[in-house]
């Protein structure tokens, strides 16, 4: 087994954290598309120029396939996950990817033919326990309050959405690289997706470009943050098993609290952090042991 996976997963959750904290940070005042148009914009110089170092494939009918049923779902996935950033602390929205898992469960099970186990059901427990103590200064109010808390909060309700579709699209990419190859993969799949986003733009008459353009060196340090977390996704989960891989990445949700900390002064980090922690348990758990 190549050691360098760990590193290159690790590498893999922070990217992601980080790209999600500068995208709110440097991008948060415009629209929820303008925000990842931004994003997108700014990463597709990197993920061109991928091609001039990926080694030959084979790409089949299976592959095209699921690129084609799989960006439709991404755009819409997306699209939910940067209205979740936008709407809500960081500290409130991303523990919820915790729950795409737990809804892989269900995916599994209709596109896998997989069934949940006990360690699957313990994963449950977990992650529903995690969701209760991110909102647990609410006990106070009722001990339904910090359930109550997570159904008013826009962007936890925008990332439970995002992480539904994304247990979809996990499974769909997933498919594409075994008729592929992991960075040939990455490349096609998020430069399409960049000018599906990017053709979006008539049908935000709202949009202008000049919000983009005018915050070019800030945008391309959210793009290069973007586009490093997609090759270094790609490439570990192909020197190990995915299950693996995926449960170090969810340390994204550790390093995502963190950022709401020391960027945005986020309020009630102790119990934020604590929920977290037991939501990564519960998503490793379902993912390493289901």
């Given at each position: 087994m190549n050691t360098m996976w760990l590193p290159l997963s690790l590498s893999t959750a922070f990217l992601l954290a980080t790209a999600d904290a500068l995208t709110k940070k440097f991008f948060g005042d415009l629209s929820a598309y303008e925000m990842g148009l931004a994003r997108l914009f700014f990463s597709l110089p990197f993920l061109v120029s991928a091609y001039?170092?990926?080694?030959?494939?084979?790409?089949?009918?299976?592959?095209?396939?699921?690129?084609?049923?799989?960006?439709?779902?991404?755009?819409?996935?997306?699209?939910?996950y940067m209205k979740a950033l936008k709407a809500s602390p960081l500290s409130l929205s991303l523990p919820f990817l915790a729950f795409s898992p737990l809804f892989m469960i269900v995916t599994g099970r209709i596109v896998l033919g997989e069934r949940i186990g006990a360690a699957g059901c313990a994963g449950i427990a977990l992650i529903v326990a995690g969701s209760y103590l991110l909102n647990l200064?609410?006990?106070?109010?009722?001990?339904?309050?910090?359930?109550?808390?997570?159904?008013?909060?826009?962007?936890s309700r925008y990332?439970?959405?995002?992480?539904?579709?994304?247990?979809?699209?996990?499974?769909?990419?997933?498919?594409?690289?075994?008729?592929?190859?992991?960075?040939?993969?990455?490349?096609?799949?998020f430069t399409l997706f960049a000018c599906i986003m990017l053709a979006l733009y008539p049908l935000f008459p709202g949009t202008r470009m000049q919000n983009i353009y005018s915050r070019a060196g800030r945008g391309f340090a959210v793009g290069i943050c973007y586009a490093l977390m997609v090759f270094s996704h790609t490439m570990a989960i192909s020197m190990v098993q995915a299950a693996y891989m995926i449960s170090i990445k969810r340390l994204s949700l550790i390093f995502g609290v963190l950022y709401g900390a020391i960027l945005f002064k986020e309020q009630k980090i102790g119990e934020r952090m604590l929920g977290a922690c037991v939501m990564l348990a519960g998503a490793i758990v379902i993912t390493i042991f289901r």
């Open positions: 001039f170092f990926i080694g030959p494939a084979s790409p089949d009918r299976t592959f095209w396939l699921c690129i084609a049923a799989g960006l439709p779902l991404e755009a819409a996935a997306f699209f939910s200064s609410q006990a106070s109010l009722g001990p339904l309050a910090p359930f109550k808390a997570v159904l008013k909060e826009p962007g990332m439970l959405f995002a992480a539904f579709l994304y247990s979809f699209t996990s499974v769909i990419g997933k498919k594409a690289i075994e008729h592929s190859s992991p960075l040939f993969f990455s490349a096609v799949y």
